[in-house]
């Protein structure tokens, strides 16, 4: 039986010193390459207009995830609120960008380690954590709790990847199943569009270090249910400002040609997209296969992808290196 990498920690006194140091960062909030140094702790907002206590929007079984996360009872999602980029296409942004009303959704760390164990009562597979960059301290100190009580779930480290290699390294053997997005190639767009500096760079980083900790492999149980790994989402944007071909050029160099990968056709302009011109419109078909062509091109094969029409996830037949890929 799959037991998390974090009860070991637990057991041990180690988890709980993690939580003290993570804790400590925030008096001088540096714990995501905003670097804001504010103090938290006392109450001061950071960029990412958070204060101490974690955002909780909603938190339920979920099941728009890919299907080894999601198996028959769904991934047990928490959503934090509030984010440390600014996405204008965001299509999550009455959650992430709408921070006076999200102070209303802060919850304790005793309420966030109660949550974690009513996804677990419910028979989700696992924790999804999603968007918890800036809430890295308190995810770990609720998770103390939360292990005290019985926790026994993977944790899914579902993120933008604008995260702090510091503070991954805290991370290690805590998160069992890293979840990033990679969004862009182009520093300039990174900043056009979702408002932060480096993104290129700090997401790059920040990755690798997932892939040292959980390495290239996948680690899937016999019903199909991911346990341990990392998966990264790509999503298709409209006139290749995604960057796909460096970025994906990247994943095989770098990271090597096995690691898994999540080719998602979902994009729709909302938010603030509808009144910026490259990103005005959904994508064209034509540049989601264009996208995976270029998986073929760099011998990517593990993975999932969306079907453009119906966005549900599949995996592609690599069987005939002839063709592309077939759907």
Not at 131 to 139: D, N
């Given at each position: 039986?799959?037991?998390?990498s974090?009860?070991?920690?637990?057991?041990?006194?180690?988890?709980?010193?993690?939580?003290?140091?993570?804790?400590?960062?925030?008096?001088?909030?540096?714990?995501?390459?905003?670097?804001?140094?504010?103090?938290?702790?006392?109450?001061?907002?950071?960029?990412?207009?958070?204060?101490?206590?974690?955002?909780?929007?909603?938190?339920?079984?979920?099941?728009?995830?890919?299907?080894?996360?999601?198996?028959?009872?769904?991934?047990g999602?928490?959503?934090?609120?509030?984010?440390?980029?600014?996405?204008?296409?965001?299509?999550?942004?009455?959650?992430?960008?709408?921070?006076?009303?999200?102070?209303?959704?802060?919850?304790?760390?005793?309420?966030?380690?109660?949550?974690?164990?009513?996804?677990?009562?419910?028979?989700?597979?696992?924790?999804?954590?999603?968007?918890?960059?800036?809430?890295?301290?308190?995810?770990?100190?609720?998770?103390?709790?939360?292990?005290?009580?019985?926790?026994?779930?993977?944790?899914?480290y579902?993120?933008n990847?604008?995260?702090s290699v510091?503070?991954?390294?805290?991370?290690?053997?805590?998160?069992d199943?890293?979840?990033?997005?990679?969004?862009?190639?182009?520093?300039?767009?990174?900043?056009?569009?979702?408002k932060v500096?480096?993104?290129?760079?700090?997401?790059?980083?920040?990755?690798?270090?997932?892939?040292?900790?959980?390495?290239?492999?996948?680690?899937?149980?016999?019903?199909?249910?991911?346990?341990?790994?990392?998966?990264?989402?790509?999503?298709?944007?409209?006139?290749?400002?995604?960057?796909?071909?460096?970025?994906?050029?990247?994943?095989?160099?770098?990271?090597?040609?096995?690691?898994?990968?999540?080719?998602?056709?979902?994009?729709?302009?909302?938010?603030?997209?509808?009144?910026?011109?490259?990103?005005s419109?959904?994508?064209?078909?034509?540049e989601?296969?264009?996208?995976?062509?270029?998986?073929?091109?760099?011998?990517?094969?593990?993975?999932?992808?969306?079907?453009f029409?119906?966005?549900?996830?599949?995996?592609?037949?690599?069987?005939?290196?002839?063709?592309?890929f077939?759907?």
């Amino acid at each position: 039986m799959f037991t998390p990498s974090y009860i070991e920690l637990f057991e041990s006194g180690e988890l709980k010193r993690r939580a003290e140091i993570l804790d400590e960062m925030l008096s001088s909030c540096d714990i995501c390459p905003l670097d804001c140094r504010v103090n938290r702790r006392e109450g001061e907002i950071a960029r990412c207009y958070s204060r101490y206590l974690p955002i909780v929007s909603s938190y339920c079984p979920h099941f728009g995830e890919e299907p080894p996360l999601i198996g028959t009872k769904g991934a047990g999602n928490i959503f934090f609120g509030n984010c440390n980029l600014r996405c204008v296409y965001c299509q999550n942004f009455q959650i992430s960008q709408n921070y006076k009303a999200e102070l209303k959704n802060e919850v304790t760390f005793k309420r966030l380690a109660e949550i974690m164990l009513e996804l677990q009562d419910k028979g989700c597979h696992n924790i999804g954590l999603v968007s918890p960059t800036h809430f890295v301290p308190q995810i770990v100190k609720a998770l103390c709790i939360a292990a005290e009580k019985g926790l026994r779930l993977p944790l899914i480290y579902n993120t933008n990847a604008y995260d702090s290699v510091d503070v991954l390294r805290f991370l290690d053997g805590v998160v069992d199943i890293y979840l990033p997005d990679l969004k862009y190639s182009e520093e300039m767009d990174g900043y056009s569009f979702s408002k932060v500096k480096e993104y290129p760079q700090s997401a790059r980083r920040a990755i690798k270090e997932m892939h040292r900790q959980v390495g290239g492999e996948l680690l899937i149980d016999d019903d199909g249910l991911l346990k341990r790994g990392l998966l990264i989402r790509h999503l298709v944007l409209p006139n290749d400002l995604a960057g796909s071909e460096s970025t994906l050029k990247w994943i095989a160099e770098e990271l090597g040609r096995d690691t898994a990968l999540s080719i998602m056709s979902q994009y729709y302009p909302t938010n603030k997209a509808d009144s910026i011109t490259l990103l005005s419109r959904h994508v064209r078909e034509s540049e989601y296969d264009k996208v995976l062509e270029l998986l073929d091109k760099f011998e990517l094969e593990n993975g999932w992808m969306q079907n453009f029409e119906s966005q549900d996830y599949y995996k592609p037949d690599f069987t005939d290196r002839a063709e592309p890929f077939k759907r």
